[in-house]
């Protein structure tokens, strides 16, 4: 059995790409190929990656991934996910397709050490006759836009600005790509481009189809998945996020945060996209610049550039203008909520419920940690359950004041 191992790189349309799997589950045994997911309702594998840590003995870097997929210790980690090393193992036996496709985003943020990535692929090619690995990149200044929608989603409260002097300090997309097909064999590592340029028909389902031999007319298309934030909308949530954690920190969900996402997204859904200013786009074009040649010249020796140039039509809206109609769609959320389109919190929701200290700086601790930043997973089951939500410091919710106590306490007085 021949395997093709999808790598899914932060905002390269994974979500999307694992929906198309899925929905396709029947259709593609029908073409020879075995797409099977482990765990109900989700979209990445990510348990096939987990198999990496279990191989080698070591735990995931942050507590709360540790926290949020059950691998608080070694022992816990091997109990939870070592049943997977054998499922692998048996996975061309137990099904009868000739190709097997997996999908996973954990792979790039998790595998990033030479042992983690040495040690899964030595599992994969002991499991299987063939490996590949399929795995596609992005503008660098489209995807830390996007990328920031994500972490916005997810409670943070930076501003682009900030978010931006964090990325840069990061390994850039080139050493990654050079890592892995230095250790997996570039003949086995198919490196492409999410640009129309690039893309078979200019579309990415059709060059997934055509990097795995998929016949796509037989296949049904998706909707797109896992949206970014419209300017307006993530200004509005990084606003409402400094004061509304997503996660408490026992890592369940903030029930006081219910709602707010998807009726913020959709108030806000025809304003601009996020893009990088001029100042910013010279900010990252040192480092995408060196890195775009070496990606040139080591993978793409045939192309001119590797990205598209941008279109004027891609400028950000102005601060000011940004700031006035985030406010306008904050207020819209309010009358919605009085008005009761946005369901209340019952009684023990508002028990559950937490807030962040009025001024409490926003980036700092756990709130926003570098974990999870470079995953784009949706959980299936709601559309606020991130994978990687942010943990905050709690602030209980203080009770009503009874207006009947106040007066009978002033009368008093």
């Known amino acids: ?3 093709i191992f999808h790598i899914g790189c932060p905002k390269t349309g994974t979500t999307t790409l694992q929906a198309f799997l899925h929905s396709n589950t029947e259709a593609l045994r029908e073409q020879g190929v075995r797409f099977q997911r482990s765990v109900e309702n989700r979209g990445s594998q990510f348990e096939l990656p987990m198999t990496a840590f279990v191989r080698t003995g070591t735990l995931l870097p942050h507590r709360e991934q540790r926290i949020r997929y059950k691998a608080t210790t070694l022992e816990q980690q091997k109990a939870e996910y070592g049943g997977y090393i054998d499922h ?11 190709v097997a496709i997996f999908s996973s985003e954990h792979v790039t943020p998790w595998l990033n050490r030479p042992e983690l990535v ?38 943070g409260g930076m501003t682009l600005d900030e978010f931006i002097s964090r990325q ?13 097909a230095d250790t ?9 481009l999410l640009d129309k340029s690039f893309l078979a028909k200019g579309d990415l389902i059709s060059d997934f189809c055509q990097a795995c031999g998929l016949d796509e007319t037989r296949l049904e298309r998706p909707s797109r998945m896992n949206e970014a934030l419209s300017s307006v909308s993530a200004e509005a949530l990084r606003m409402l996020n ?20 998807r009726v913020a997204t959709r108030l806000g859904a025809e304003a601009p996209a996020i893009r990088l200013n001029d100042q910013q786009r010279r900010r990252v074009g040192w480092k995408r610049n060196w890195v775009d040649k070496k990606m040139l010249s080591e993978f793409f020796p045939d ?82 359950e991130s994978a990687n939500a942010t943990i905050a410091p709690e602030l209980e919710l203080e009770p009503e004041p009874d207006p009947g106590r106040a007066a009978a306490t002033a009368g008093a007085s």
């Open 1 to 3: 059995m021949k395997a």
């Open 88 to 98: 692998l193992r048996r996975f061309a036996e137990t099904y009868p397709e000739p």
């Open 118 to 155: 040495q040690s899964f692929h030595e599992l994969l090619t002991e499991s299987f006759d063939e490996v590949r690995y399929v795995v596609y990149f992005r503008d660098p200044a489209l995807a830390l836009a996007s990328s920031y929608s994500e972490r916005i989603k997810r409670g």
């Open 168 to 180: 840069l300090k990061r390994e850039g997309s080139f050493w990654r790509v050079a890592n892995w």
């Open 184 to 192: 997996v064999g570039r003949e086995n590592y198919d490196v492409r």
């Open 242 to 261: 400094r004061r509304i954690p997503e996660l408490r920190r026992d890592g369940r969900m903030n029930p006081l945060r219910r709602g707010l996402l």
């Open 303 to 384: 192309r001119d550039r590797l990205w598209t140039p941008m279109d004027a039509k891609d400028e950000p809206m102005p601060v000011e203008e940004l700031r006035e109609r985030a406010l306008e769609l904050m207020t819209e959320l309010v009358i919605r909520l009085r008005l009761g389109r946005i369901p209340p919190l019952d009684e023990a929701e508002k028990e559950l419920s937490v807030l962040r200290p009025r001024g409490a700086p926003v980036a700092s601790g756990a709130d926003e940690s570098d974990e999870g930043d470079e995953l784009d997973e949706t959980v299936e089951t709601g559309p606020e």
